[in-house]
């Protein structure tokens, strides 16, 4: 609405320094109402129903455009770049109750409705839900002693927790091999699912890689697990040093 009143405005401006000769009264119907004003009508009066402060900033901007003699058609494509900005925001955006606004992915720029009036959010990052686990070290198969060892790794978190991704360290280096989802029902009764997963080494830190699980409805629940099964990169046992949530 503001973008097309300002591109109204710049008409009209167009319009009044083409046509310098005065031909008596001006009238005007619709919302907006036109006046004349001054001596010998040399002022012209554009009301368009919004307010004193926000009608004065639209003159500003006018004269600004008049006074530079900026090129109409790069100011047009200005304002609908803004406005396609605007619109992308609003689509992006979830508007709550009392003109605040939810954020996808945790973060970003939000448009909400208030009262009628259009308004900008920023939405600040939401901390992921802290993690804590439990390593369960795995017996090795008979006949397979000699193998690299592998354990359960336990991982809970303290609220739900949508797409979540850990940041773990291993003390000596290991690797992921499975997961499930671990999800207790009633007191010795449980289920528990096979669950893809994408893990991520670091680079600059060896022992150091982020996992990235893609649960069936697509937020870890609390009272929910994932159990991941990791081996040693070497003949010496797992052992997890910390487990980390990551905001994507």
Known sequence: ?????????????????????????????GLCNLA???NNNTNLVINCGIGKE??????????KILANKLDLSAVMKQLNEIEALQKKAAQSGKAAAGGTADCPNNAGIC??????????????SRPAPQASFTLRPESPLKGMERSSPRAELVIRTAGDFQSPIFR?????????????????????DFQSVVIPYKATPDPSEPNVFSVKFTVPSGSLEQGQSIILLLRSVSFDPVKVETVTSVTQ
Do not use: H, K, W
């Open 36 to 38: 004349n004003s001054g």
């Open 168 to 188: 773990i360290v291993c003390d000596g280096g290991c690797v992921p091999m499975s997961a499930l989802l671990y999800t207790r029902i009633e007191t010795f």
């Open 111 to 124: 448009t909400g409705v208030n009262n009628g009036t259009q308004q900008q959010f920023f939405g600040a």
């Open 1 to 29: 609405m503001r973008s097309s009143l300002v591109i109204l405005l710049i008409f009209l401006g167009g319009s009044i320094t083409a046509s310098p000769q005065t031909t008596g009264a001006v009238t005007g119907n």
């Open 54 to 63: 926000q009608g004065q900033q639209m003159l500003e901007i006018l004269n």
